[in-house]
Each structure stands twice: as structure tokens, then as C-alpha cells.
């Protein structure tokens, strides 16, 4: 009996759907445009072609998963609830203290993010701990009852509590919640100890009261969705994709809406680590750009990065401390406000500008002809002849040349600019944003981009991938099958995963290790249990240990990872002495220090101050796609005139069906390769080629003079 799987990814512009034929080997995919007033209508509408056109029976369906990025969205427009705070007698202003540090010396007009609770709506109680979690003052169950009223009296439908030294002992916090649930059960809760048990005052508050102002927003869609997709026959238990870049229950995404923050990115870097795989490229830049923003991954042996916090809704994008401090585990992003709806104007020099804002889907570029009347990136690349107005997201919508080319000129009239000018301007200046912010992202990490492969994933990533590889050194290019949906397809191959983590003071040269590994313990234990609830489609589970260490003294950490437990000197693997322990930990942390920073100060000790523990199960049914056979050499569907730099003109260039091309195809630029969901563009410099695995790698050659 044939299985399938669904996955769902809503963007800013389309939601994504995709299909996997495991019998067949076959991935089927629709992209439909994103409906913001009421978006699980768009996945219902998405879902329910997706099922007609294919013909898939709902019984066999075995899994459906999604990501999105309406709760970033949320938070960045700040559409979230009615939040307010409950904090310890003298904190509750720490959310607008933060760090007391301007991000921006220079800037006289400087505006940090402003609290996502503002201060009429934050509370304190008289319930202390101290910093390792011995009871100082108890909480008061009148004084609970009283101040939560006052909130509920001013419109409050979420409360997050953020008391302090709860990530050493939860249990003030425990019993304030009981005490609300009891007395208030229309509100919402957040715990810290729940969201973030780690130290640091300021981010803890921050990642908790962003997890409780999308709370009630996420149980609302998320229950829409699940009432839609079973309206459809599917089955119960949808799976949602964390920033993490791991699955898990539906019902965790509820109770925890901010790990899913960055769900929709997270889903294109395992797709993008999971095609290159296929033709062992283990090292590699994921390029992935839709129609509202660009991001880019560095994939390094296999694994896309990952960190241990961002920042949301900055007020620059790329200054550290303008934005929402949230501390979760994430794929390690860059993202710029770059996609095919991003907004061309000028600014107050003149000046031609992409971006940060986009038409979005309602009522999006002027191509689409449903009221949009400023000229987009999508308007851009159409005008130059590398989208096909016939083609456009497979021919289920048709696009207006003319229409983009009189938004454009309208602009062009105040540039001194024609049309072509203008629409060039665009194209190369989104290449330059995206090449300038993988140059500071790759540097940060201490690599080098021409070192990397350029993966290009995204309805936009394949347009702009030739010319931001060039901008950037990257000499060679891959385009997986499917590239336009490929964050959807990213759902159906992830892992389950589970991140738990605890504050620790722990000197793994002289503290007992047995305290160590109990806390350990109980942290895997926590990883597993909550990956045992998918075990009849995901496992086995691996779990990984690691920890965020310093030198005695630093006023900052850095994660690295130890070596596998248990600590003890009775159990450790291999028989290790208690010394040999001691010192596996500390090597761990310094090898880690020297990568960073090249070397380590001498005779200070090491401190871990958060353990951190990664659960991890793969599918346990995988998807083995198709192998592309052999064949005639593909002849071009057609030609059609296309702008490319080299040439300062348009030239008339051949345009191939992807669905046509064979193993062993092998061409010269400039060509133009569509598919349903995203067209490749190789200029003059490139060479395409189309391996066994689907993929198609384009190798860029400099020409001689």
C-alpha cells in the first residue's frame, strides 16, 4: 500500500505543499498564495488540490508537518496578545533595563525595542529565591490572587512569570501557576523555568514574555489548522517544525509557540544539508530566499550551524542588541528583508533601494494584477526575462509584463532611469545586499566563503544564485529538484528533536562529577520522554551532551560539545579514570576556545555554566527519491530574450524543462531551467550539468579576455 506524507510551509508571500510518494520515490509539490486574514484557509485550499491532483487517499497519509512564520511576524508587527508580567518584588522593570547598552554609539536618534509588555501591565509578588534555588521569601496566594486580577481587569489574556533564580528551582513558579489556573482559567501561562531555565535576568524575561505574547494567537491557528486538515480526512497529531530544525508534537508547539519562531528557515537548511548530502557535499552555503526575505546557513560536514539564542524584530538588522533577545535553540541564520515582494524606492540621497518592505501576497507585486502598484523584485525579474509570465508557479496564476514594466518606469522617471536600467538596479542590488550579509555571516565564523558550495533553494534563491555567487568568490552552484518548495520538502526529511537545557556552577576540575551526571541525566531523560511520544514514526534516539563554558572571570560563554556520559569514574565509557574525565571535559571546552579564538589564557580554570542536551530520531521510513536515468541530450522547450550584464543587452536564450533533463545533461550558459515552482538562471560564465540525484550543479568560469 502506497504511504504519503504532507508538508505545509506558510511564508510571507506563498504557502508551500508538498507530497511524498514513498512507493514511488516521487515528490509532488503547489505553491498557492498565502491568505494573512485567515492563513490555515490557504493550507486547507493548498492541501486539498495538492490531494485532488494526485490523487491521495487521506487513510494514507501517514504524517503531515508544518512550519511558519506567522508567530515571527507577530512578533516584528507586534499583532500579538494582551500580555502582561508577573515578576519578583523590584524586577519588573528589567525588560526595559536590559543591558543598559546602546547598540549604536553614533546613532543621537537611537530607539531600542520597546517592551513587548509595556509597564502599566506588569506586576510584582513577593516570592524569592536565591541564586541556587534556596527559598528566601514564599509566594503569597492572596497577593497572587490580587495583583492577576488587576491584570485581568485591564484586558490581559496571557500572563508570563519570570521570578527570580527560577532556573535554580522552579517551584515558586510552579505553584503561581497552579494558583492562576485555578483562580483565572481563561488566562494563559508562561513559566521561564519552562521556556528558558538558564541565567541571565534580562533574556530570560525577554524569551519569556515573547512566548507568552503568542500564545494564545498560536493555540488559535494551530487548532484552526488541525480542525481544517482533519475536515480533509487527515490524520490527527500534525507535526511542527522547530527553529531547532527538529519535528515535534503539535501539542508542545502550543504550549511553546516560541520555538517555533524560526520553523520556516530552519526546514530549507535541512533540505539544503539533506540534497547535497546525496552527492557528498557536505560543506556548503544555503542560499534560501522567498518572497519576502533571503537566508543564509553555513552547512559544515552535513549539519547546518546552530546557536543557542538570537535576536527577533531588530530595529537594524544588523546590529546586535536592537532586537528581541530570545533564548532557544536555532539553526544559525542571517536573513535580510530581500524576496521577490520587496519593495524598490529611493531614500533621501536619491538613491536606488530594495527592501526591508514587501507587497507580500495582498496585494503583491504589480505582476499579479490584484491592486499592487509598486515596483518588487518579482516586477524586476520578470522585466528582464527570467521569470515566464506563462509559467509562473507552475501556470496556476499569470503574471503582467506590462503591468511590471509601469511600475517600474514610474520609478525609473524620478532615477533618470528606462526600464531595463531600473529592473537591472534591483536584481543586482539584492545581490549585493544578500552577498554583503553572507560575507559578514561566514566571517563571524571564522571561514571563508570560497570554500563553500552555493546551494539556492526558494522561488528567488535559483534567479539570484549566478550573480550573488560571483559577488562572493563561490565558484560552484547547486539547484536541487524542486528548489522552489524545498523548505517543504525540508519538513518530511527532518529529524524529531528535542533541545532541553539547565544553569549549572560547575568546575570540571574539582567539583564532584556525580552532580554532574545527575543533572545530565535528568536532562536526557526530559529530551526522551518528550521524543517517546513519537517513537512509532521517529528513532532510534541519539541524545548529545553539550554546555556553554567559560574561564573563570569572562563575563561571556561559548557552547561546546563534551563527551559522551556517563561521568562517573564507576561507569564512564572505557573504563576512564576519574582524572581521565575530569580532563576529557576541560580538553573538550579548550579545544572549543582555540577554534573561536586561537588560543587559551594560561592556569585559569574552566567554569560550565548551562548543560544542554540535543535528543535526536530520524524518520524511521525514509524517502529514497527517484535516481534520474540516462538519455537523449534535452533540447530547450523554447527561447525567449533574457538580460544578462555580461552582454549589456538582452540576448535570446534557450530555456530548458527541468522534468526534461536527463542524467549526463551538460550545457553552456546562458540558458534559463523552470520548473513549477522556480527558474534557474545560468549566464554567460556558467556551465550546468544534471546528476543522478536531481540535483543540477553549475560551475562558474571566468572568460578570457
Known sequence: MTTWAIGIDIGGTFTDVVALDYGAGKLHSLKVLTTHGDPAQGVADGVSQLIRSCGIRAERVARVVHATTLFTNALIERRGSTTGLLATRGFKDVLEIGHERKYDLYDLAIEAAPALVPRSLRAEIGARMDARGNEIEAPDADEVRRVVAGLAEKGVESVAV???????????????????????????????????????????????????????????????????????????????MLSNGGLSHIEEAKRNPIELLESGPAAGAISAAHYSLRDQQANLLAFDMGGTTAKLCLVERGKPSIAFGFEAARRKRFAEGSGLPIRITTIDLIEIGAGGGSIAHQDQLGLLKVGPQSAGSEPGPACYGLG???????????????????????????????????????????????????????????????????????????????????????????????????????????????????????????????????????????????????????????????????????????????????????????????????????AAAGGQTEQEVRAALVAAFESGYREKFGRTPPDVPVELVNLRVTGEAPPRQAFDAETLAGGEPARPKGSRLVYFREAGAYVETPVFERGALQAGFSAAGPLLVEDASSSLVVGPKGHVKQLASGNLVITIEEQAA
Request: aromatic share 8%.
Open 162 to 240: 519570570c521570578l527570580l533564580h527560577a532556573y535554580a528551582s522552579a517551584a515558586h513558579e510552579q505553584l503561581v501557576r497552579q494558583w492562576i489556573e485555578r483562580d483565572f482559567p481563561a488566562l494563559h501561562v508562561t513559566l521561564s523555568s519552562d521556556v528558558a531555565p538558564v541565567i541571565r535576568e534580562f533574556e530570560r524575561n525577554s524569551t519569556t514574555v515573547a512566548n507568552a505574547y503568542i500564545k494564545p494567537l498560536a493555540e488559535r491557528y494551530l487548532d484552526a489548522l488541525e480542525a481544517r486538515l482533519s475536515a480533509l480526512g487527515l490524520p490527527a497529531g500534525v507535526l511542527m
Open 372 to 570: 499592487g502598484t509598486e515596483p518588487t523584485v518579482t516586477d524586476a525579474n520578470l522585466v528582464l526575462g527570467y521569470l515566464n509570465p506563462d509559467y509562473f508557479a507552475g501556470g496556476t496564476m499569470s503574471i503582467d509584463r506590462d503591468k511590471a514594466a509601469a511600475a517600474l518606469g514610474r520609478i525609473g522617471e524620478h532615477l533618470g532611469r528606462d526600464v531595463t536600467g531600473v529592473a537591472w538596479g534591483m536584481h543586482d542590488i539584492v545581490a549585493e545586499n544578500m552577498a554583503g550579509a553572507a560575507r559578514v555571516h561566514v566571517a563571524e565564523r571564522g571561514r571563508d566563503a570560497r570554500d563553500f558550495v552555493l546551494l539556492c533553494t526558494g522561488g528567488g534563491g535559483p534567479l539570484h544564485a549566478y550573480y550573488v555567487a560571483q559577488k562572493i568568490g563561490v565558484r560552484t552552484i547547486i539547484c536541487p529538484p524542486a528548489a522552489g518548495v524545498a523548505s517543504a520538502y525540508g519538513l518530511l526529511v527532518a529529524p524529531a528533536r528535542a533541545d532541553r537545557s539547565r544553569t549549572v556552577s560547575f568546575r570540571p576540575a574539582t567539583d564532584s562529577l556525580a552532580t554532574l551526571e545527575e543533572a545530565f541525566a535528568a536532562l536526557e531523560a526530559q529530551a526522551r520522554d518528550a521524543l517517546d511520544q513519537l517513537a512509532e514514526t521517529f528513532g532510534p534516539i541519539a541524545l548529545v551532551r553539550h554546555a556553554d563554558g567559560r574561564f573563570a572571570g569572562q563575563g561571556f560563554n561559548l557552547s561546546v560539545a563534551l563527551p559522551a556520559g556517563p561521568y562517573t569514574a564507576t
